[in-house]
């Protein structure tokens, strides 16, 4: 294995330092990628394994171990080993002085047995080695921790009579060192997540008390605005008009406005403007009489009459049409209506809210929508702000809805420090709804107890810095500021890239169907379809769509 190396283990070469990437000698790369390794600070195990994987793929060894003193301080067990199958593996448990690994460990000194078959202190415990195949030669070397042992590692490799080992004894000991740093820094980091963890424990049992409030959760300024602004809203009967990018929580607000004022015990009746198809949403709004129109075969009492001494939830009002928004108005301002195809007056208290993620000043402004109802709406207001624009909550969220996640999948997983950090500086384009839906994926998927960076989907590491933007001037669904001289320069792809590929990617995923897309996305056809033109996002040629 080290026959031509001329590694020479104190050598401070700055010079080859700086050439690792143009190396010469396998010993070399190797070092050089388990440095990489032990930097990334991940899963002592997993990365143990991949550290003997690179030495195998390099150095061509037969088979290499890792056995690390168990936490009871009691037995030596291989933790990671390349070249043994599981059975062997789990023969590796050895007595603190017994046989070569314990002598390697007793010892604190390397130990080389030429050929395993004459040396009797070998136990071939693992059965790993058939020695009737050939002649193999083993080494040891001592993990040591401030010169204290803490395992050994083991390498074998075939015999040849004219070797000398000290090379390999070199090179296996200074992987050793980094072996033993690589334990050190995976102790202290699970020190400080054990810390964490508990701290999250903490925090969790206080979150329903503090941080919670209508069933939704927040602590930062514009959310205690928000929770105050329900507070103040709620006992009138005042048209509230929520604003917000998609998955903000204005459907949340809209319930905890009904719950949390006098209409609690009345009913809370929804409709999606987006939703129903136009040609229904009249009916669905005033109602009909029988016989009103073809296929009207029974009187059906509309969304007003339902909601009559309760709330009406009107979502995505930005999309009623503008003929319908006229009859709308007329409900709103005279408070009463005839079902379609009726004569008969019908009167109702209803309190209305309306939500909606598109700007309505602008679609006012471009002809889509009626100023005066526009103003009859907006009496009383309020912004859900963007999940970027409320970092500290988001610790908070990801917390609530792990918990949710965990006692529906029977898990107990949690996000790392940096995980958090990092979703911290996420951008969150689909905001809250989004980060409910990626910690029920990565409560299903990852199979550890701690989700890291690392596990999160990579189309999520690949994001962008969190941009300079701190206040959108509009809502706006999955928003970007464009040309915004804030952006900064250096980031690796604009946000605009970002949409188009957010949009894109969706579009892939649903086969090009317009309407598919958009309800991933949580915006209406006409928004993705806008997008799609303003992007010249292109499907390609080969494919043919089927819309719904
Ligand atoms: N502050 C919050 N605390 C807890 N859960 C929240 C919060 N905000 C939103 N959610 C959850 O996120 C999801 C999306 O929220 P919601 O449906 O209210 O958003 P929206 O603004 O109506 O979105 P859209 O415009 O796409 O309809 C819901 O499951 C909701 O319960
Ligand atoms: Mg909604």
Redesign the pocket.
Known sequence: MMKKTNLNCGENNTEKNNQTSSVKTPEVQALYRIAQLVGSAAELEVTLSEILKILHDTLFMERASIVLLDEAGENLTIKACYGLTNEERKRGVYNLDEGVIGKVYSSKSPFVVPDIKSEPLFLNRTQARSISKGNIAFIGVPILLRNKPVGVFTVDRLFASEVSYTEDVHFITVVSTLIAQFIELNKVIKQKEDVWLEENRNLRAQLDKRY?RH????QSKV?REVFQLIDRVAPSTATAL?L???????????QAIHHSGPRIKAPFIQLNCAAVPETLIESELLGHEKGAFTGATFMKKGRFELANGGTLFL??IGELPLNLQAKLLRVLQEKNFERLGGTETISVDVRIIA???INLEEAVAQGLFRADLYYRLNVLPIL?PPLRDRVE?IPL?LD??LRESNERNGKIMQFSRDAVEFLKGYIWPG???E??NLVERMVIITDHEICRVSDLPSVMIAEPERPAIQELPHPV?ISIKEDSPETPVNSKSSLKDREKEIVEAAMQRNGWVQARAAREL??TQRQIGYKIKKYGIIMPEHICIKND
């Open positions: 919670s069933n939704i959760i927040g959310m929520l917000g990018e998609s998955g903000t929580g204005k459907e949340l607000v809209a979502d995505e939500a909606t993620n859900l909550d969220l609530f809805f905001n809250v709804r980060m409910q669904n949580g915006i």
